[in-house]
């Protein structure tokens, strides 16, 4: 049975949408083995993580070409056009999440030989929420669901407090004992990439939004 160009439409969004999904989940597991090099101090892991960074950006590349090509052959019109352009904003902002997990990837292999300052408990933590943010935004990007994307936004405080505790805890060790500024840098910048996941989910969030309603705004969370 030949399908109806408006059903082929259909069914290649709901590819499109799979793929994102798809591409996130590929995501959401770069930042936990690079999380579990870190806490496991496992080089050969983050050796992992900064490969298969390929991975990610091949994926980003081949969603990024389906959906030009139905924004050229197709010419979508409202929801289907919001949820087009959507996933574009999307890609990038999990291509660059890729990059985060990937940056801690190579931060492991800087720390391999160094002592632990800090025991790791907030940055493991900041990193779960993170990914739990992630998850939720997919979903309510799939759901169509604003409730549940400004929830998201709602978390991101709580990751943004577990980096404050972090760098305020890391910098009055190295005020203690000024040879602990290198190890203490390192946890830092890894905390500043689990912070920037957590943002860039706020934005997939601020996506569901429009995607929606129609609306680009900024989530500000001391609104909701």
């Known amino acids: 049975m030949v399908r109806m160009p408006r059903e082929q439409f259909r069914s290649d969004l709901v ?23 870190l806490v496991e101090r496992d080089t050969t892991l983050a050796d992992a993580v900064i ?15 389906l959906a030009l090509t139905m924004l050229a052959q197709q010419s979508p019109m409202a929801v289907d056009l ?3 352009i959507s996933v574009l904003s999307i890609n990038i902002d999990l ?13 492991v292999q800087m720390m391999s ?6 025991p790791l408990v907030d940055i493991p933590e900041m990193a779960v929420r993170a990914r739990a943010m992630l998850g939720n935004a997919l979903d309510a990007f799939v759901e ?3 409730e549940a994307a400004r929830r998201v936004g709602e978390a ?25 500024v290198e190890p203490c840098t390192h946890l830092l910048w890894v905390s500043h990439n689990i912070e920037r996941i ?24 001391s609104s909701y």
């Open 82 to 84: 919001r949820v087009i």
């Open 144 to 146: 169509r669901d604003v």
């Open 198 to 221: 957590a943002d860039r989910t706020t934005n997939i969030a601020e996506r569901v939004v429009f995607t929606v309603t129609g609306e680009l705004t900024e989530m500000d969370v």
């Open 51 to 65: 490969r298969d960074d390929d991975e990610v950006n091949r994926t980003r590349y081949e969603i990024d070409l």
């Open 95 to 107: 291509e660059r999440m890729g990059d985060h997990a990937k940056g801690i990837g190579a931060i």
């Open 113 to 118: 030989s160094e002592p632990l300052v800090k």
């Open 15 to 37: 590819h499109l949408q799979d793929r994102v999904i798809e591409m996130g989940s590929m995501v959401d597991r770069q930042i936990e083995r690079a999380m579990q090099a």
């Open 156 to 180: 991101d405080d709580g990751v943004d407090e577990l980096q404050d505790r972090v760098y305020h805890d890391l910098v009055q060790i190295m005020i203690e004992d000024p040879t602990t």
